[in-house]
C-alpha cells in the first residue's frame, strides 16, 4: 500500500515536472507548433520506467514531428528531471500518445445516434 501510495506520488511529480520542461526548458521549436497535454504517467514499480501519455492537438503532420522531437528530447528531459527531483537515477521515459483523448468524439457521436435511434423508435410505436 505504501510502495503504491509512493508510484503515485512519483508519477504526480513527474507529470508537473514534465510538463514545465515542455513549456519552458525545452527549446525545440517543433514541441511548441502544438499543443501537448500530458494525460497520465505511469511508474514502473522498480521506478526503472515511466510511461508519459500525451495528448496532442494540430495538423497530423505536426504531431509526428512532436513525437520526433520528444524522441530527441528524451534525454535532456530525463538528465533535468534527475537534476531537479535530485535523483540518483531517473526513469527511462517513453511517451505515449493516449487513444483515450481521441476515442471521445467517437464515443460521444456513436451514444448520440444510438439516443436519436431510440427516440425515433419511440415515437413510431406512440403513432
Do not use: W, Y
Not at 527531483?85 to 471521445?104: A, N
Not at 439516443?115 to 425515433?120: F, P, T, V, Y
Request: hydrophobic fraction near 40%; proline fraction near 2%.
Amino acid at each position: 500500500m505504501a510502495n503504491a501510495r509512493r508510484l503515485e506520488k512519483l508519477a504526480a511529480l513527474l507529470k508537473r515536472e514534465v510538463s514545465e520542461l515542455l513549456v519552458n526548458g525545452v527549446r525545440d521549436e517543433r514541441i511548441h507548433q502544438t499543443m501537448i497535454t500530458i494525460t497520465s504517467v505511469e511508474v514502473s514499480g522498480d521506478l526503472q520506467h515511466a510511461k508519459i501519455f500525451i495528448s496532442l492537438f494540430g495538423e497530423d503532420k505536426k504531431k509526428a514531428e512532436v513525437l520526433v522531437a520528444l524522441e530527441e528530447a528524451k534525454g535532456f528531459v530525463r538528465a533535468e528531471l534527475a537534476r531537479r527531483l535530485q535523483m540518483r537515477r531517473s526513469p527511462e521515459l517513453v511517451f505515449k500518445i493516449d487513444k483515450g483523448m481521441t476515442k471521445g468524439p467517437e464515443v460521444l457521436d456513436l451514444l448520440n445516434s444510438l439516443e436519436l435511434e431510440r427516440r425515433s423508435k419511440d415515437k413510431s410505436k406512440d403513432l
